[in-house]
């Protein structure tokens, strides 16, 4: 959000002073506080399947205006006007120039650093004990993810609930978390079902599907990976 629709900011605009606010989910979340509304609309592009953000507008409102309401809903129609534009626009490029000339690149020192982090399973449910980000997409899917643990969520399907293409949520979760997505996802997983190994009188096949496991063999292959015991030992000897 660098300039208004008719030019640059005003320095006295409110919107101004948060100008350099790059998750901009922290405005709707805190418009009273910046004296703005705001409105949003998610981003998909049809020709990739998938979403890629959105588009988020936002006006200067005074504190005591009575007409925040009417103000939102316009603005909701600006961010569905601008959606669609947007779209159909991207879907233009993608069809005339190509996917490679739409995809926003990133650097090479950035992707191998994210990918020089940490890929052992072993040492997962250790790092998901201290796990810290302020990123507030990356809470959100975090938050989801952890709500969700019997479902048998894929990649595409949290980014779309934070409203990120799942290329760059990947990256983002890794850089943010030091875990791949399927990592945490998967060590999420285990920890809940040592608990229920230890709490619970549920078999193992009942605690496999209930976390949304396709075939028991895999959740005991996986389990192996994570904690270093097979499920049936784990139950019997306890060990956290």
């Known amino acids: 959000m660098q300039a208004g ?17 790059r998750d901009l989910s922290e405005l709707s979340v805190n418009k009273y506080k910046y004296g703005i509304e705001y409105a949003d609309a998610p981003l998909r592009i049809t020709a990739l399947n998938q ?52 995809i926003i690149k990133y650097s090479l020192d950035v992707d191998e650093a994210i990918d ?7 040492g997962a449910l250790k790092r998901i004990k201290h796990l810290s980000t302020s990123n507030a997409s990356i809470i959100s899917a975090i938050e989801f993810i952890d709500n969700n643990l019997d479902k048998r969520l894929t990649l595409d399907q949290v980014s779309g609930k934070v409203y990120l293409s799942d ?3 990947s990256k983002l979760f890794k850089r943010e978390t030091g875990l791949s997505f399927s990592v945490y996802l998967n060590a999420r997983k285990i920890q809940k079902a040592m608990i ?35 499920p049936t030992k784990f139950r019997v000897e306890g060990k956290d």
């Open 5 to 21: 629709i008719f030019g640059e900011l005003r320095k006295s605009s409110a919107l101004a002073q948060v100008n350099q606010v």
């Open 51 to 102: 979403r890629v953000g959105k588009i988020c507008v936002a006006q200067d409102v005074a504190k005591r205006d009575t007409n925040r309401l009417t103000i939102m809903q316009k603005l909701q129609q600006h961010a569905e006007f601008l959606r669609r534009m947007l779209e159909s626009v991207s879907n233009l490029i993608i069809k005339n120039r190509g996917i490679d000339d739409f």
């Open 116 to 122: 020089d982090l940490d890929k052992n399973e072993s």
């Open 167 to 169: 290329y760059y949520f």
């Open 196 to 230: 229920l190994l230890k709490e619970s009188d549920k078999s193992i096949n009942e605690i496999s599907d209930e976390l949304g496991f396709t075939r028991l063999s895999y959740f005991s292959q996986t389990f192996k990976k994570y904690t270093g015991y097979a």
